[in-house]
């Protein structure tokens, strides 16, 4: 009986060290564990790295080469990667390119459209990747599925400003719009932006006529020698862009006119400015590229830190003349862009 009793104790001293042995083994994991994994801090958006994608319409196409440039410098003035990627125009490559920026999981995207209805197709591949998107120069169609923004020119303020300024530096002006191609929609909203001006102008603008250099330079001296053979009285020409302004110039230059004729423009690109320097050009009204392709990173930058952009944001319509000329806004992206449009925060 006392062997018994003995041999019992014994088994039950074994088991109470290894119940003691096994509850600090467990203890010193359970204390471990913790402080390597559960105690630290989840990764926010500020911590992230983040990534942008840039679907380009066509980037042999000057205004788009600037705006994605400027798109690659918010990266690099953030810290974000950004990954530009070139449609060159083609539906199905533009496709291909956003199955592209999914699969490398980009933390957002801006579009450079070439339609509204492709708009409508990468948005909604965009949507069901659960990535948020942005739009640059043409605002989507009502069925573009969910966008963050879009940041464009507008076409009728461009004109309207254009009318404003003449009204306000040179009363009593009477003007010569040598206009863009009719049938595209794009002529026909700067006519509508023009018309709106001329009423709020009352009697300070006169427009004498409207003529059709299809923006080019050789048709738009064509048209400007033969309204200056009517005989018509104008002291000013709106050129629809600064190719037109060229071929403006260079018909008032044959007729002995450069001298007493103002030429206005749109653009504000590098050839403009330049013509500015050099006397050619009397003012342009600038919508520098530079700001679009900014904002349209500074829309993702802010959504990704939890902050919601306007759905539209027009880009702003600057005034050059050679005084304001050295404070430009140049399409070839800088600081000076970077400042104007307030930083990235």
């Given at each position: ?6 041999q ?48 380009a ?99 009728d303020v ?12 040179w ?15 794009v ?7 023009v018309d ?37 009285e ?39 400015l ?53 404070s ?6 800088n ?11």
């Open positions: 009986m006392k062997k018994r009793t003995s019992w104790l014994g088994l039950l001293l074994v088991l109470t060290m290894s119940i003691a042995l096994f509850g600090c083994g467990a203890k010193t994991e359970s204390n471990e564990t913790p402080s390597a994994e559960n105690n630290k801090p989840a990764e926010t958006s500020q911590d992230k790295k983040l990534k942008f994608g840039y679907i319409y066509n980037m042999k196409d000057m205004w788009n080469m600037y705006g994605a440039e400027a798109f690659e410098y918010a990266g690099k003035q953030t810290g974000v990667e950004t990954v530009i990627l070139d449609a060159e125009n083609n539906l199905e490559k533009s496709v291909s390119l956003m199955e592209e920026l999914i699969s490398k999981k980009v933390d957002g995207i801006s579009i450079y459209p070439i339609s509204p209805e492709q708009a409508a197709t990468l948005s909604k591949m965009a949507n069901d990747a659960g990535i948020p998107v942005t739009f640059e120069n043409l605002k989507p169609g009502d069925n573009a599925g969910d966008y963050i923004s879009t940041v464009a020119a507008e076409y461009i004109g309207a400003k254009a009318i404003e300024f003449i009204a306000a530096t009363p009593g002006s009477k003007v010569l719009f040598v206009a863009g191609a009719k049938g595209s929609g002529y026909e909203t700067y006519q509508e932006g709106r001006a001329l009423q709020e102008a009352e009697d300070k603008v006169t427009l004498v006529d409207v003529v059709h250099g299809d923006w080019e330079t050789e048709k738009s001296m064509n048209v400007t020698q033969n309204f200056i053979q009517t005989g018509k104008f002291d000013v020409v709106f050129a629809n862009n600064e190719m037109q302004a060229k071929g403006v110039m260079n018909a008032l230059k044959e007729a002995g006119l450069q001298d007493k004729v103002k030429v206005v423009s749109t653009g504000g690109g590098p050839d403009g330049k013509m500015i320097e050099d006397g050619e050009l009397t003012a342009t009204m600038s919508a520098p590229v530079s700001l679009q392709g900014l904002i349209t990173f500074k829309n993702l930058y802010q959504h990704a830190h939890g902050k919601t952009p306007d759905k539209f944001i027009t880009l702003p319509i600057i005034p050059v003349t050679k005084e304001s000329l050295q430009a806004i140049s399409w070839q992206v600081d000076l862009a970077v400042e104007y449009i307030g930083g990235f925060e």
